[in-house]
């Protein structure tokens, strides 16, 4: 299925990948000053969540996509 790919084509998958290349970029630069303390945790934990969010929307946004294409080709 190419849909994902599409989508992470687009101007929401470039922002998706930008913020992740961020907050990974700032894991990498805490873990190589060895402060792999409570901070580093936290970003690696919130990391986490909005990709987790991300991924939930991504779901429920093609599922709606997916049962509206079915309605609109439906005789």
Known sequence: MNTFRGLMDGPLGV???AVL???LGE???KVSQRDAGASA???AIIT???????IGLL???TTFVTN???KINAP
């Not at 986490?48 to 991300?54: P, Q, R």
Request: charged share 25%.
């Open 59 to 61: 779901a429920v946004i």
């Open 27 to 29: 894991l990498r630069r």
């Open 48 to 54: 986490a969540i909005i990709l987790g969010v991300a």
């Open 21 to 23: 290349a961020v907050r």
């Open 41 to 43: 945790i936290e970003l």
């Open 68 to 70: 509206e294409q079915s």
């Open 15 to 17: 922002y998706a990948r």
